[in-house]
């Protein structure tokens, strides 16, 4: 087994945008690899604003930066790829076989194309030709079941994939089944090249123990790094015998929710800024009270003047340590996250 333990950010549309790409390197807690929200590819998409400034301000970064297509249109993705590659400098085009969302997918793109190898074998096929960079893949173990998976795992291989991300859940486990990295642990043994763990890892002890039992090369992480942005600072530094940073606190939880609240300002006026900010509030919550009080008061906030009495409960407390493990039973999407019949809190259920 290697020892080094590669790190992520998972592409997250509308939160890994440029500015949190910045303001994880603001402070200090890069991975090693950032693979882009995706880029919905089809006859007339063009590379959209915010990915060109991602892409500009990337050129001298430390991590590789992989950018997300989403499609089934082999020319659209052929075409797109040129245009990337004629104009920026970046490392990696990753193709999205694992997004759950049905507005999407019933478009036969992202987790859909799980469904048939034959859908999904001729864009696999296009991009690796056309692609002079490393070619990534996101994946999860199926559409409705993991019967596809060996198969799906055997095109990886055919087509020489250079990187795999691995979702441990079927597209239609969206995000309340249990994760299951014995998967992970399959596409390992099963694929020639470097594979990333994904789903519901929090922190990094959890990361190594995952490392241990599947033997992967990588984890990305996508909600706990919203929620608890320093895991790729703490994961570089138990990889690497550097400085020990001190404890997170509440203080640098608040200086986390400032620097991203002037980002958005900078783009937004000030209500769709709130409400912008409240879809990574709803993450940072989770670790703040385990009764979900933050979370709550978070949901209902409505101006800058609440966010300052929202956060006044940290100032106050700014010594307070922030755990780099969320709060069980508090969910920030819970129609999305939330187990059925569960009696867990949501921010929406609880009064104060
Ligand atoms: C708000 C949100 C947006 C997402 N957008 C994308 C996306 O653009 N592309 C993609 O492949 N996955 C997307 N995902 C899925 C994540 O990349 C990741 O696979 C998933 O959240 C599981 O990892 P986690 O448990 O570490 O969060 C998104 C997830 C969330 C929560």
Avoid at 36 to 59: G, N
Avoid at 92 to 101: D, R, S, T, V, Y
Avoid at 248 to 264: D, K, N, P, Q, S
Avoid at 305 to 313: A, G, H, M, V, W
């Amino acid at each position: 087994m290697q020892d080094y333990l590669f790190s992520a950010i998972a592409p997250m549309r509308g939160l890994t945008k440029s500015f949190f790409i910045r303001i994880l390197r603001q402070l200090n807690t890069l991975p090693d690899v950032v693979v882009s929200e995706f880029l919905r590819v089809h006859p007339t998409s063009t590379i959209d604003h915010d990915l060109q400034i991602l892409l500009k301000e990337s050129q001298q970064s430390t991590y590789k930066l992989h950018i997300q297509l989403l499609g089934n249109d082999i020319s659209s993705i052929v075409r797109t790829i040129h245009q990337l590659e004629d104009q920026y400098a970046f490392d990696g085009i990753n193709l999205n076989f694992a997004c759950p969302m049905p507005k999407i997918y019933r478009k036969d793109v992202g987790g859909a194309l799980l469904r048939d190898i034959h859908h999904l074998e001729p864009i696999l096929a296009a991009a690796r030709e056309t692609t002079t960079r490393t070619l990534s893949v996101k994946i999860r173990i199926g559409f409705h079941d993991d019967h596809l998976f060996s198969k799906t795992l055997e095109l990886i291989n055919r087509h020489h994939v250079d990187m795999l991300f691995l979702h441990a859940r079927t597209v239609q486990g969206r995000y309340s089944v249990p994760v299951e990295h014995s998967y992970t642990a399959q596409a390992v043994s099963q694929t020639t090249c470097p594979v990333f763990a994904n789903g519901d890892i929090q922190n990094a002890e959890q990361a190594r123990k995952i490392q241990t039992m599947s033997s992967c090369s990588g984890v990305m992480i996508g909600r706990a790094a919203i929620r608890y942005p320093w895991i790729f600072r703490e994961m570089a530094q138990k990889e690497s015998s550097t400085r020990i940073h001190s404890a997170v606190t509440f203080g640098h939880v608040l200086h986390y929710i400032m620097l991203l609240w002037e980002a958005l300002r900078q783009q937004l006026p000030e209500v769709p800024a709130i409400h912008a900010l409240k879809a990574f509030l709803n993450f940072v919550a989770l670790g703040i009270d385990a009764h979900g009080q933050f979370l709550y008061r978070a949901q209902r906030i409505c101006s800058f003047q609440d966010l300052q009495q929202l956060c006044s409960y940290l100032e106050e407390r700014s010594i307070q340590i922030f755990q780099p493990t969320p709060f069980s039973g508090l969910y920030a999407r819970p129609n999305r996250e939330k187990p059925p019949h569960s009696n867990a809190i949501d921010g929406k259920s609880i009064h104060g």
